[in-house]
């Protein structure tokens, strides 16, 4: 009779060890998996949307898409990477009324920076760029990279129009700038 209490005993511990096994198994399995997941390039700039650098904003699924899509493109170390049928139309006033383009891309703009910020970011850099173009709309522009653009500067950048956003000046009043992601940027 002792004896077939020590077995039974033995074979239920036996049992709790190999199916505790198992479900720590699982777990690791799943942490593994949950750290192979890499980001998608659109969850990194809803981040930065988030962060209210120049105002909070929010990307459509349509925008996110398109990141997704083409994320070698943000950003991209060479302008021969960016082709001639991937620059869009843009109009301003059109996309500030319905914070869509008629046909997602990217655009080419020649501004002026206002402001510019350079932060650590995801073990990179994330520039942000307060810029004016000669109409005197603001655009607020983010580029997941460093790039030798200063305060007063002029540049080009190829960049897609993602959403609108506003922020609080320090004097008062309201700053209403479109968000551009930026693919590219060319400092004359």
């Not at 192979?36 to 390039?41: A, I, S, V, Y």
């Not at 209210?52 to 302008?79: M, Q, R, W």
């Amino acid at each position: 009779m002792k004896k077939s209490i020590i077995a039974f005993v033995s074979v239920l511990t036996l049992i709790f060890m190999l199916c505790g096994c198992q479900q720590e198994t699982d777990v690791q399995r799943d942490t593994v998996n949950k750290q192979d997941e890499l980001p998608k390039t659109s969850d990194i700039f809803g981040e930065i949307g988030r962060a209210d650098i120049f105002g909070e904003f929010y990307l459509d699924d349509e925008v996110a898409g398109y990141i997704n899509e083409h994320s070698e493109l943000f950003p991209t170390a060479e302008k021969e990477d960016i082709k001639d049928e991937d620059l869009k139309e843009f109009s301003y006033k059109k996309f500030n009324k319905t914070r869509a383009q008629d046909e997602i891309g990217l655009v080419k703009l020649d501004l002026y920076a206002a402001q510019v910020f350079e932060d650590d970011f995801n073990d990179g850099k994330l520039t942000s760029i307060l810029a004016v173009d000669e109409e005197f709309n603001y655009y607020a522009i983010y580029y997941t990279d460093s790039v030798e653009v200063y305060d007063e500067d002029e540049f080009t950048v190829y960049a897609l129009p993602c959403a609108t956003s506003s922020f609080d000046n320090i004097g008062g009043g309201t700053t209403n700038v479109v968000v551009m992601i930026a693919s590219y940027i060319e400092v004359y």
